[in-house]
T-cell receptor, first 117, second 109 residues
Framework: GAVVSQHPSRVICKSGTSVKIECRSL??????MFWYRQFPKQSLMLMAT?????????EQGVEKDKFLINHASLTLSTLTVTSAHPEDSSFYIC?????????????FGQGTRLTVV | AQRVTQPEKLLSVFKGAPVELKCNYS??????LFWYVQYSRQRLQLLLR??SRESIKGFTADLNKGETSFHLKKPFAQEEDSAMYYC???????????FGEGTQLTVNP
């Protein structure tokens, strides 16, 4: 299957700073990328959907000014957590899907563990 | 609204026993249903989808529209099946996936 790579896999940052997480599709063009957040022992909660070259669509309750998503190319999307606070500590997962495939598989990154201290 | 429910957070069976992981959904249209699996320290990966009607690693799942269910079954569980299993739904818009809360399956020797 196709490969989606997230970087970094783990990051620790100080409260008040910003941290950027990258999501890359390595062997296919990802026209749509999804960002999820997962709390311990809980399900994946969709944060936003981004299509290449356009603004991300955020789920209800997700602050778009806090979680900045950029999908500037067909192989890269970034999630920036701005002015991070301890409650932003979580596991963030991206997934990507190729073009023209409304009902096919989305491939997942390995996730990024963010700890805000 | 889309909703997926997995009633069992934990499920433990012995090797060779049958296993069924339950999934119920709520959606007004015709959804596409998936099962994803996450083995220890690995990323989430697709196990199977209802439109494929295939058996993967001995697992099958049938979409029951009357009961709005998509239970995952395997007649003889193996130790390597131990993992976290997520049921997911995609609506007719074909965009977002909604996940259930997951079931941690443990297959004991």
């Amino acid at each position: 299957g196709a490969v989606v790579s997230q970087h970094p896999s783990r990051v620790i940052c100080k409260s008040g700073t910003s941290v950027k997480i990258e999501c890359r599709s390595l062997d296919f063009q990802a026209t749509t990328m999804f960002w999820y957040r997962q709390f311990p022992k809980q399900s994946l909660m969709l944060m936003a959907t981004s299509n290449e070259g356009s603004k991300a669509t955020y789920e209800q309750g997700v602050e778009k000014d806090k979680f900045l998503i950029n999908h500037a190319s067909l192989t890269l999307s970034t999630l920036t957590v701005t002015s991070a606070h301890p409650e932003d500590s979580s596991f963030y997962i991206c997934s990507a899907r190729g073009p023209g495939q409304m009902n096919t598989e989305a491939f997942f990154g390995q996730g990024t563990r963010l700890t805000v201290v | 609204a889309q909703r997926v429910t997995q009633p069992e957070k934990l499920l433990s069976v012995f090797k060779g026993a049958p296993v069924e992981l339950k999934c119920n959904y709520s959606y007004s249209g015709s959804p596409e249903l998936f099962w994803y699996v996450q083995y220890s320290r690995q990323r989430l990966q697709l196990l199977l989808r209802h439109i494929s009607r295939e058996s993967i690693k001995g697992f099958t799942a049938d979409l029951n529209k009357g009961e709005t269910s998509f239970h995952l079954k395997k007649p003889f569980a193996q130790e390597e099946d131990s993992a976290m299993y997520y049921c997911a739904l995609m609506g007719t818009s074909g965009s977002r996936l909604t996940f259930g809360e997951g079931t941690q399956l443990t297959v004991n020797p």
